[in-house]
């Protein structure tokens, strides 16, 4: 019997076992609880995540009614709520219920044992994931501190703390703090592990990613050209470790310029992940959104047009219209429609991303911002640039309150607001601005 047809049976059994459960004994007797949490587990392990959740509600309900919110099983019952809650993409919930088990579990379990530490990463994962990235650090930091006291500086559970740190510093525009970190994960990962051990391979491309932000393509290039030619030998070009090296590999690529090759290195993921997952299969319509990115550096408008319109519904299909894949594909439909001209198309498109984007992270989420700042592109091409102006204007001042005022993106948005400034005839302004943003990028890049 296969694992899936074991599921289905054990959910059955479950099932029906629960039905009886409640009849005879009611919702807070142990053996009604008993089997409602194997059956939660079992369609947690199926995907059915609605229904996963509403047993996982049931039986926190019944858990604080016996035990109280500060019982070990409460505890661990509302961490599994929230898992279900994070995989379900319910972020603020997930959030909310991570940070009670994590405030319980460091009365009740202190501050340094297992479980109160697994909350913590798990809250910081939730916070990462929404955007709050200051908070995430906090999470991140602490934990790193309690797994440096606990197991020493090479601990495997250490080294996961300081990369997931590492990520959030690199968000935050940290750089060589982030660069700095991922060195220490791959120096020790090396040493412990060998140079072709998964997880060595893993640091290492997460410091090409550093790199890559950096402006270093080339040393990102042959980070991620090392790390695909080990993974091909270990794991096989289909792996999916590989396909996503590849893919990685592709981006470096195309941002120095060598579209075609990107556009080859794409071409390989996307048949490879057709052939293995479908057509249909979220990571396959990734790839095939980014060798539609690749169509549109090359001035390939229409063909780009037709790529991003047939992803848009199989997206949608997959994921929901505001899942942020859909919403990424959305967004790039509309920067192609700007490119062909078809502003007001182009307009409402940014729009409906713009409104989604908004209700799902916050009007301040980095992903919110971008969008924003697209659509005051839109406007600003419609003629409307005292309406671009005040929207990078305002973009502006969320930029340098969450990055700071020499991070890429603020600098871009100071560029095009100084555009707009220019293009509003205020010579003397536009040219302060144009200048903070040269002497910013010099400093950063050189000459």
Sequence with gaps: MGELEQLEQDRATYEATLESHLARYGEEHPETIAVRTKLAAVLWRMRDLGRAREECEALLRARLSLHGPKHSETLITRANLASVLWDLGDLERACEEYQTALSDSIRVLGAEHPDTLTRRSCLAGVLRQLGRWQQARTHYENLLHSHIRLHGNEHPETLTARSALAGVLRALGELDRARAEYENVLRARTDMLGDKHPDTLVARGCLAGVLWDLGQLEQALAEYEAVLDVEVDLLGAEHPETLTTRHNLATVVKDLGELDRARAEYEVVLRARTDMLGDKHPDTLVARGC???????????????????ALLPLHTEALGPDHPHTLITRANLAGVLKDLGRLEQARTEFETVLTARTELFGADHPDTLI????????????GQVEHAHAEYDAILKAHLAFYGPDHPITLTTRHHLATTLRALGRAERARTEFEAVLTARTELFGV
Excluded: I
């Design 291 to 309: 060798l539609a990115g690749v169509l549109w550096d090359l001035g390939q408008l229409e063909q780009a047009l037709a790529e991003y319109e």
């Design 371 to 382: 969008t924003r700042a697209n659509l005051a592109g839109v406007l600003a091409a419609l």
